[in-house]
Each structure stands twice: as structure tokens, then as C-alpha cells.
């Protein structure tokens, strides 16, 4: 099992960033999400979508990010606009399969950093 995420980057605030994530190794995902690590600060979620599903976001990033799927190719995307320095954080996605024990894969996250 590999989650493969990617997109991440240095944009100034305002500017925009799409992260993607690929899942492989996994079958009939129920759920993908991305959370973030700021530094020194604890991880948080910042959207999920279920299959079929109707997606969550954080109230810090609502009406700024999109969460979107490519069920056919096991990807999440987040699509990131108008981006903050509080933004800043190491992004990582996850995925929960379908299966009768709750379990997540994680990847290894992506660096963005926003600046003022």
C-alpha cells in the first residue's frame, strides 16, 4: 500500500496550489482526505469525501480549498486559492478502505509553505 501525494510548493498569500494523491495497492476506497501539520502544531483534517459523498472541510478553509476524487485512478486532489501564511503546514493525505476494521493508510504529506 503507497499513497503518493505531490503539488506541494512556495507560493506567495493569495496564490493558488493543486495537491494530488494517488493510492495504490488499495481497493474499494470509502474515504480520502487530506490533513495538515503546521509546524510545531498538531495535525488537523482539512477535507475528506466519502465515495459517493458529499465532502467536509475545515472552517479555515471553506469557501478556499476543494477537495475533489478520481475514483477510476485512486487519486484525491485538493485544489488550494487564495492561500495564507497560516496555510503553511505539511500536508498529508489518507485513505480508508472498505473494510470491516476502520483503517487508514497515510502517505507521507507535502510541504506547502505561504508567504506573507
Known amino acids: 500500500v503507497q499513497l503518493q501525494a505531490s503539488g506541494g510548493g512556495s507560493v506567495q498569500a493569495g496564490g493558488s496550489l493543486r495537491l494530488s494523491c494517488t493510492a495504490s495497492?488499495?481497493?474499494?476506497?470509502?474515504?480520502m482526505a487530506w490533513y495538515r501539520q503546521p509546524p510545531g502544531g498538531q495535525r488537523e483534517l482539512v477535507a475528506d469525501l466519502p465515495t459517493g459523498g458529499v465532502e467536509k472541510y475545515a472552517d479555515s478553509v471553506k469557501d478556499r480549498f476543494t477537495i475533489s476524487r478520481d475514483n477510476a485512478k485512486n487519486t484525491v486532489y485538493l485544489q488550494m486559492n487564495s492561500l495564507k501564511p497560516e496555510d503553511t503546514a505539511v500536508y498529508l493525505c489518507?485513505?480508508?478502505?472498505?473494510?470491516?476494521?476502520?483503517?487508514?493508510?497515510w502517505g507521507q504529506g507535502t510541504q506547502v509553505t505561504v508567504s506573507s
Open positions: 495497492g488499495l481497493f474499494r476506497i470509502k474515504t
Open positions: 489518507t485513505a480508508k478502505p472498505n473494510l470491516a476494521v476502520p483503517t487508514w493508510y
